[in-house]
């Protein structure tokens, strides 16, 4: 019987009628041939290579040097934003516009073209981490900045062409409806029950339980209640917190060891789909806010949203997060 | 220089980042070797061919009979929704669920395969609206029904696998926060002007005229000051009406007249790209208010929604709507 179930934080809907849908094995197509173990560890034209720097702008932050860098962040060549701009709002007429100031980073994950989160080490994927928080720190630093944005498109299908391992990270002047009002939810549940709405509920999935993919003392990663697709994962701290630049070393290494054990979980159970994932802040100068809660959201690119998703904003998902996460549960990685 | 630019009704903003983009022409991409003009008029294992009417539900409306039919709307046979169910709302935990009550329609739209929307005549296309006119009343008769949503996907990369021209209409018990939010600003919009706000944008896009790509008396059809992406198209009536079943006997007919010549400069000046279209009407029961405002929006599927748009829900267009519509405007169609 399909199903409609609302997120308990957002109240966005979506229908879940896994009649239709397929196993969660059904989903793991065909080994891609361009898969990641099949590309050459250096590409001579690739921008992002070790070797190639002089193809990229300056460095913004590298580690551990220069020299001998694992995580080089640059600015994007090809970003839809300029730093050189003033966000202020103007009318055009009787509509609002505003220059397009923003910072635009992309962070190079790797020396080697032929890795990916879910390869790298646990070492690594840390320091993937520590470059996004550097990054996040300096970007909240600049008066003009009310949003930092990181998101990693992995594919062709999520919206990438470059196969060189890589994160983005947007700082924008702007906070827009589709981010200002979940907050507004989240304000009147604090108002209402006294609690984080998102505290609430990483409870009640705990609680729960069959969705939960892992857990350690201080995440937990699951298959969201109201997935809006198939294998949609969340990472959350448990403590509330509600930037992620916030997060300190401990934390760091433990959410790394979880990412990459997520991200090699999807990599080896659903054969290397193409995916988005995102990790959301709180606004600019919200991060002592006691009623939002920084998370991370992992889209495998495998079902397409059609005209239905776009006019109602309510996504038919074909197989049950319960389902997905069991899979993910028990996919094996070397 | 980028820009941001707000949508005026929905406070939704986009960047517009011209310098990384294509030339209108640049997106006209190769004629697909399965165009519709390369497709049979009939295909024996098409459930939506005349001769194959066995394949389908029964007819829950034709035009102009069941044995010599233009328009023949069926239940989907693959619904995600289902009729017989309760839409009352039910804990699972603290978590908000319901069963999947819906209605779901698939409008054939013509007997013949290798046509579609651009290609038809315009009374073809007229009688297609006209059944969409007669299904949105049915739905809205039954109490448990909401909001109605009538859409189209053209193409693969619009989530389609089906070939045979359809569209279709899907009635839900739920009114969700993407349809909600939008109704809240308009509603604030009319207490605080004491006017339609989709009245006023029309007015402005109207007065300022290079994003417009035709009117008529009674509607303007324009590229969005602040288009999501590249061709982005909106059709809407001048008069205010609040919802799209409302429209009386001359209108339809100009509307067909319009949306069939917007979707044939799309067709040729494009070469026939996927798309999606959306008619979005007032929730039922709502068709009288004086602050909503029904409207069409056309959405060629020529670019990936990434990371970006899905953690902030700020679009990157890559075109200027008015590079969009002055190509529109000039295409010619036989």
């Not at 970007?139 to 062409?161: P, Q």
């Not at 009147?188 to 999935?205: A, F, P, S, T």
Request: aromatic letters at 10%; glycine letters at 6%.
């Amino acid at each position: 019987m399909p199903e409609f179930r609302q997120n308990y934080a957002t109240k966005e809907w979506i229908i879940l009628a896994p009649e239709r849908g397929k196993r969660p094995h059904d989903w793991a197509r065909e080994s891609k041939p361009e898969t990641v173990a099949a590309v050459d560890p250096y590409v001579s034209d690739c921008p992002f290579c070790a070797g190639n720097e002089d193809k990229t702008t300056d460095a913004v932050y590298v580690w551990p040097s220069e020299n001998d860098w694992q995580v080089r962040v640059v600015s994007n060549k090809f970003a839809a934003l300029q730093r050189d701009l003033n966000p202020v709002r103007n009318l055009d007429g009787a509509f609002l516009a505003a220059e397009g100031f923003g910072i635009a980073d992309v962070v190079i994950e790797h020396p080697k073209h032929d890795r990916t989160l879910a390869t790298m080490t646990v070492g690594e994927v840390e320091q993937v981490l520590r470059g996004y928080v550097a990054r996040q720190v300096a970007m909240n630093a600049d008066d003009r900045v009310n949003l930092v944005t990181i998101f990693r498109n992995h594919g062709a299908r999520a919206g990438t062409s470059l196969e060189h391992p890589h994160s983005q990270i947007i700082a924008t002047p702007i906070v827009p409806p589709h981010v200002r009002y979940p907050i507004e939810r989240a304000v009147h549940h604090y108002d209402q029950y006294g609690r984080c709405v998102y505290c609430d509920m990483l409870g009640e999935e705990i609680r729960q339980g069959d969705r939960v993919i892992m857990e350690t003392s201080g995440f937990v990663a699951f298959c969201p209640f109201a997935a809006k697709s198939p294998f949609e994962c969340r990472i959350y701290p448990k403590r509330h917190l509600a930037s992620f630049f916030l997060l300190g070393e401990q934390e760091l290494a433990e959410l790394a060891g979880m990412l990459r054990t997520v991200l090699a979980k999807i990599y080896h159970g659903l054969h290397n789909p193409d995916y988005n994932y995102i990790i959301r802040s709180a606004p600019v100068g919200d991060h002592d806010t006691r009623y939002l809660h920084w998370y991370m959201v992992i889209i495998p690119k495998i079902t397409i949203p059609a005209g239905f998703e776009l006019g109602s904003g309510i996504y038919i998902n074909t197989t049950t997060p319960e389902d997905a996460a069991e899979f993910l549960r028990e996919t094996d990685i070397p």
